[in-house]
């Protein structure tokens, strides 16, 4: 169960960090436009990196809390209404690890792939000018 829920982590990653990319081509504009106005390239692919990993983050806590709720309903089906006690004894600290990680791995991930094409198009836009 663990090496598949990290085999499972690591293709979510790979999917926003990919999504993120389609993202960073729609803001192709900007970074041509901030490439011409003189922006380096870390400034050009930071500008985008930080709008796609704001939208990586909040795109984490929706899923996040989104299982959170599944595995509560999850308990409640499979125990029959457990009190809270009863649901401390199924929900220890270490379990909301990856809940609360992963928001900032979405967020990393996004701003990583959003960087790597926002820097393919600031060398594309230098090349021209």
Sequence with gaps: ALW??????????LIVSLAARGMAARRRELVT???DLGATSGQAAGRV????????????????????IAALVAIYVLAGRPDPD????????VDLAPVIAAPF?????????????????????ARLG
């Design 33 to 35: 436009v901030m490439t």
């Design 49 to 68: 990196a930080d709008e796609a990993a704001m939208l990586g983050l909040s795109a984490g806590v929706a899923g996040a809390l989104l299982a959170g």
């Design 105 to 125: 791995i979405a967020a990393i991930a996004a701003s990583l792939g959003a960087r790597a094409t926002a820097v393919r198009f600031h060398r594309q836009a």
């Design 4 to 13: 598949g829920s990290i085999a499972f982590a690591a293709l979510m990653a």
């Design 86 to 93: 009863t649901l401390r004894g199924y929900i220890h600290p």
